[in-house]
């Protein structure tokens, strides 16, 4: 693992001239230089990669409109809008908001397209019962048939919102869009001609995600069911779970993931996903820059010791030295697991170690 790798440069760079003469990895009587001793720990560890993130919305999208006149009503950028609520008005005639994949590309209506199907009936269908203008007995689940029923329906949805109940759904007079939107920008000017076929605004879902530009190196490193901790501008913390990591690297000058600088000066990245366990403990923030420690791997009840307790041996590996009775010291070698890079910690496992036992560190 990367953080493993960082730590264990960061040990290699403590030589053991903490210890002074000596033969072998025996014991040594005295130290030249200022150390204390801190005394080996049995606790639950866990690694974590820190990165730099951004705390927003999911499912950036435009909104074509369909309808010819001008526009009379506009939404502000940041009010939401859903099933069954208007989302603008052109020539003083509503667009309504309507859930669906498949976008309005045709006028609905039982009287001029008799027995008319199609995945777009198969949304107005569905909209219309969750709206509770027909039951699902009268429109099965999943029926994209535009039946006697779904005209009912339609005329219901007209009179709610104030416009003449015909029973069709014309060109215009909706537009189909996954779910509740959330108005990030408007395009189209209120009072001009409303572009028929032109995306008039951009929206978002009202769902909470913080998105990663991970470097690619460490893509290996996270995966989907990682438990993170986001720190908010606020400085607050909160849960979160990575719940997609991209599988196509891309490269860009801007991207500045990783806090130690991998993510920077067009190194290639990859988006990870991550939800908040609470979105509304994330606010209101978005597009806002935060922090994500992801945890990686996590031990229960491991032998633990400062990272500055490690002495690199110059035949390799590692070893901690160990305060023994009237001044002696010696080199106990040790068999390292995993790193807390934040709580500078690191796993170990050694013959000669146990709960208590004291190690020596550099002095202040």
């Not at 040594?28 to 606790?43: E, G, I, L, M």
């Not at 976008?103 to 107005?124: F, H, I, K, M, Q």
């Not at 572009?195 to 460490?218: C, K, N």
């Not at 290996?220 to 779970?241: K, M, Q, R, W, Y």
Request: glycine share 12%; aromatic share 4%.
């Amino acid at each position: 693992m990367l953080a493993a790798v960082a730590a264990a440069g960061i040990a290699a760079g403590i030589t053991d001239t903490r210890t002074g003469g000596g033969t072998g990895s025996g014991g040594v009587s005295d130290n030249a230089y200022p150390t204390s001793t801190v005394t080996v720990t049995r606790q639950n560890l866990s690694s974590e990669i820190p990165v730099n993130a951004t705390l927003g919305y999911a499912g950036s999208y435009n909104v074509v409109n369909q309808a010819s006149g001008i526009l009379t009503q506009l939404p502000q950028a940041g009010k939401v809008i859903s099933e069954g609520q208007v989302l603008y008005e052109v020539s003083g005639r509503p667009v309504v908001v309507l859930y669906g994949s498949t976008p309005a590309y045709r006028s609905l209506s039982a009287g001029t397209n008799n027995g008319v199907t199609g995945p777009d009936v198969r949304e107005l269908n569905a909209d219309l019962v969750a709206m509770g203008y027909a039951s699902g007995s009268e429109i099965p689940a999943g029926s994209a048939v535009f039946s006697n029923w779904t005209t009912l329906g339609v005329e219901k949805l007209q009179s709610a919102l104030g416009v003449s109940a015909n029973g069709t759904l014309s060109l215009g007079e909706a537009v189909f869009l996954p779910n509740a939107a959330r108005i990030t920008s408007v395009s189209a000017t209120l009072g001009a001609s409303a572009p028929a076929g032109q995306a008039i605004m951009s929206a978002t879902s009202t769902t909470r995600v913080v998105t990663v530009d991970l470097d690619s190196a460490q893509q290996s490193e996270v995966a989907v069911g990682d438990h993170v901790t986001i720190t908010l501008p606020s400085n607050e913390t909160t849960p979160g779970v990575v719940t997609s990591v991209g599988k196509v690297a891309t490269s860009s000058s801007s991207n500045s993931s990783n806090l130690d600088g991998p993510g920077s000066s067009g190194a290639a990245t990859i988006t990870v996903l991550v939800t908040p366990a609470d979105p509304a403990a994330t606010g209101t923030w978005d597009q806002a820059q935060v922090t994500v420690n992801i945890t990686t791997a996590s031990v229960h009840d491991a032998m633990v010791v400062p990272v500055d307790a490690l002495l690199a041996l110059s035949g390799g590996g590692y070893a901690v030295e160990v305060a023994g009775t009237n001044g002696v010291h010696h080199l106990v070698p040790v068999t390292l697991g995993i790193f807390d890079d934040a709580d500078g910690l690191v796993q170990v496992s050694g013959y000669e170690l146990s709960a208590g036992t004291p190690v020596v560190v550099p002095g202040t």
